[in-house]
């Protein structure tokens, strides 16, 4: 199968989107309520949903779901205001974080939902490409989903440590392309 053509090209200078974190945080409290308080869901797991998402919706509409920024790390890819975010939604009584420990050390973070999460920021298409998104990776624990990712070009053409272009998401091919190059 061929690779998409870019509609905007990968040479040409990029700007980051804005970031939208009203809708950032509907997104993540919506996914801690749908997968949070599965065994193998933490942040790992939370991450590559919350980037599959965003980039996904970018590659099938050209606009930005929440517009977060994602940083190559050793891992995949991580949300910029993941940390943030969480600490918002705890503070304000949404959710809970539990750190679970083996020998001292704190080896996985579990997320509960203490209510229904907000949703009037996001439209049916975007709320349709998060449940798709969950769907296929939600079942995932973080090894599978950081194989998962490390297999995706707009990781693989990424530097360590350097912001994720959501432009690369046009060279994907299956299994992580949601556009269909055949029409």
């Given amino acids: ?3 998409k053509k870019a509609t905007k090209s990968i040479t040409e200078s990029f700007t980051q ?10 997104v993540l409290h919506y ?7 599965r065994a193998t869901v933490g942040r790992t797991v939370l991450n590559k949903v919350l980037f599959y998402c965003d980039s996904r ?7 930005f779901l929440t517009g977060e920024h994602y940083i190559k790390l ?16 705890i503070k304000q009584g949404k959710i809970t974080e539990t750190m679970i420990r083996e020998n001292g050390k704190i080896v996985h973070y579990r997320y509960n ?9 996001l439209n ?8 798709r998104v969950m769907r296929e990776l939600g079942e995932m624990n973080k ?16 530097k360590e440590r350097e912001l994720i272009d959501y432009r690369l998401v046009f060279y994907r091919t299956a299994p992580f392309s949601v556009v269909d190059t055949n029409e």
């Fill in 74 to 89: 050793e891992y995949g890819p991580v949300a910029e205001h993941f940390g943030t975010t969480i600490k918002e939604l």
């Fill in 31 to 37: 996914l801690i309520n749908q997968i949070g308080s």
């Fill in 17 to 26: 989107p804005d970031f939208n974190s009203t809708k950032f945080g509907q």
């Fill in 57 to 63: 919706y970018y590659e099938k509409t050209e606009e």
């Fill in 124 to 131: 049916a298409e975007e709320l349709d490409m998060i449940n």
């Fill in 143 to 158: 090894d599978q989903v950081t194989n998962y990712s490390h297999n995706d070009i707009a990781f693989k053409a990424t």
């Fill in 113 to 121: 939902s203490l209510q229904e999460p907000e949703l009037k920021h």
């Fill in 1 to 3: 199968m061929a690779a």
